[in-house]
């Protein structure tokens, strides 16, 4: 299948799986302005209040938005079991956004068991996965994210990856492992920020932010920095985290350190 949006359309999404089991998709080339690919679990609408979207296999697809191109998330049900592979990314904002609670009038999605493989990705964000779009609030959000694995993938950045849950609902059993990313940019760093996709300050000074987050595991990564701005300082910043567990990994240049 292919999809060609102009970028300057507005919520011209790729295509939308919402509240959908047993899909496989494949051989997609999409060019989008908004999301290229949406897995979304909007319920509220339906008459049948238990769908939920689950069995998602998506592979062999090139896509490029000025947007993200898989969001995973939006509505008020279950999202579940979902592989992704084969994937090439290419001038792209986020290159894979999941966030449970992406508006106020939403309670926030459940997003569990999850495979990213076998990814290159050239974008502004590799990375952005949330408990709510504005990143760490005071809101509540009680829709839980866990089981997430990100293996086999390669990429070019110039903003940090997020990993942002809130204080009663944090990020859970996340995995990164065999990851090369080269960070250039930097320009709109900013210390000591609220970071969130749709916040005040969108780029911490690392290559990833963790706040509110535990049991993150960080395995044969490979962080380096190509012209980067000396605002770049580390590896990895933690807040408010438990069980961060880096092996195996390497983060070339940070001025500080691997780890803050």
């Known amino acids: 299948m292919r999809v060609f949006n102009d970028q300057r359309t507005r919520n011209g999404d790729g295509f939308d799986l919402d509240c959908c089991t047993r899909v496989m998709a494949s051989n997609c080339d999409i060019d989008s302005g908004d999301d290229c690919i949406a897995i979304r679990a909007n319920r509220m609408q339906l008459k049948d209040q238990s769908r939920e979207s689950r069995g998602i296999v998506i592979s062999n697809c090139i896509l490029k ?3 993200n191109a898989f969001r995973i998330g939006v509505g008020d049900g279950i999202i579940r079991d979902v592989t992704v592979s084969n994937i090439v990314i290419r001038e792209t904002r ?62 070019r950045a110039t903003r940090s990856s997020l990993l942002t849950g809130n204080p009663d609902c944090r990020l859970g059993d996340i995995d990164f492992r065999n990851i090369d990313l080269i960070y250039s940019g930097g320009g709109d760093i900013v210390r000591d920020g609220h970071y969130a996709e749709f916040g005040p300050h969108r780029a911490a000074p690392a290559g990833f932010y963790l706040e509110n987050v535990h049991h993150v595991t960080l395995e044969d990564i490979r962080l380096a920095w190509l012209d980067a701005d000396s605002r770049f300082e580390y590896g990895v910043i933690g807040k408010n985290t438990c069980d961060i567990r880096i092996r195996n990994s390497e983060f070339h240049k940070p001025n500080q350190g691997a780890f803050a």
Not at 111 to 139: H, K, Q, W, Y
């Open 65 to 67: 938005t000025c947007c």
């Open 94 to 155: 986020t290159g894979i956004c999941i966030v449970s609670k992406y508006a106020e009038h939403y309670p926030g999605v459940a997003i569990d068991n999850v495979l990213f493989d076998n990814i290159v990705m050239d974008c502004v964000r590799p990375f952005n996965l949330a408990s709510n779009i504005r990143g760490t609030t005071d809101e509540s959000t009680q829709a839980p994210i866990g089981r997430i694995t990100f293996s086999n993938i390669r990429g």
